[in-house]
Each structure stands twice: as C-alpha cells, then as structure tokens.
C-alpha cells in the first residue's frame, strides 16, 4: 500500500514539473529558458524523500523522451534530452536525490533551504557541462548564459518552495500519507 501511494505521488509531482515546464520565459542570449521547473523539483524533494524524487523525476524525463510534451513550450522529444538543456533535466534526477536525503535530517527551513541549495548547485553543474559539452562552448560562457541569469529567480524559488515543502511534508506525515522517515 505504501509503494502504490508513493508511485501515485512520484507519479502527481512528474505531472507537476511538466506543468511548471510551461511557465516558459525565453532568453534571447541563451538556449535554456526560464521556467518553473526548479520549484517542482525542490517540492518533490523535500515532500518525497531521496528514492521517490528521483524515480519522479526520472519518469518525466522518460516521458519527454519519448516524446510527449512535457518538456518547456511543451515539446517533448529526445532531442531535447539530448539537447543543450538536457543537463539541467538529468540533474532533476541527482540533486533531487540528494535532496531527499539531506531532508531525511530534520523538518527546519535551514535544513530544507541548504539540501534546495545543494540540488541547486547540482542542476546548474550538470547544465553547464552539458551545455558545453553540446554547444562546444567552453565553460565560463556556459556559464554566463546556462547559470547566472537563473540565480536571482531561482533563489526566490528556492526560499518559498523551502517554506511551502515544510508546511505540505508535515501536513501528509500528520495525515499519514507519506512516513516520518523518508528514503
């Protein structure tokens, strides 16, 4: 029973980070947009533990693969997991691991806040070198157009999905709908 919920709420938040894809803002400078990904990535983390975070995040990263539109202007296709913005989408799948992992030790915003920050810095470490590695640009310009312009609003994520997590864990645990200790 426990794995069903849990396969239905990996399943709910891959769902939630296709929808939060379509919150699209193109950069002209940049083949990686703005988008509303990173807040369900940071949800799904801090809510879902390590091991079902990732499996949601692997899942919707299949799904776009093969093809359903999932992905940010709601493409969806290998081209775009293997395209210029394919790193930051396997990223999804460590940083929200770890993630759950570092949200395994408490329910405090500190806490929440650094493993987002951690998760964070994941996303943007595989961006980048996925981003170079494809554009065949060399890493500082990767860097310029793949991380810095997504800093400031991806901190704003980062501090109101800190906040929101905590509220919504604490309510399933108090409900009994996801356990005390996550995995």
């Given amino acids: 029973m426990e794995s069903t919920r849990n396969l239905i709420l990996s399943g709910l938040f891959a769902a939630i980070v296709a929808l939060l894809a379509q919150l699209s803002i193109p950069l002209p400078f940049s083949p990686v947009p703005l988008t509303g990904q990173t807040f369900g990535v940071f949800l799904a983390g801090s809510i879902l533990g390590a091991r079902w975070s990732a499996l949601s995040f692997f899942v919707y990263i299949l799904l776009g693969a093969v ?22 989408l396997w990223g999804f799948i460590l940083g929200g691991y770890l993630l759950g992992k570092i949200g ?8 929440m806040a650094a ?12 961006g980048v070198m996925w981003l170079s590695f494809v554009s065949g ?38 409900a009994g709908l996801i356990p005390s200790d996550k995995n």
């Fill in 67 to 88: 093809g359903l539109p999932v992905f940010h202007n709601f493409q969806g296709g290998l081209h775009i997991v293997l395209g210029p913005t394919g790193g930051y």
């Fill in 104 to 111: 395994q030790r408490g329910d405090s915003y500190i806490n």
């Fill in 115 to 126: 493993g987002m920050l951690i998760c964070l810095m994941v996303i943007y470490t595989t």
């Fill in 137 to 174: 640009l060399p890493i500082s310009q990767a860097l310029l157009i793949g991380v810095l312009p997504f800093i400031p609003l991806d901190l704003i994520k980062l501090a109101a999905a800190a906040a929101l997590g905590l509220q919504v864990r604490r309510r399933l645990r108090g």
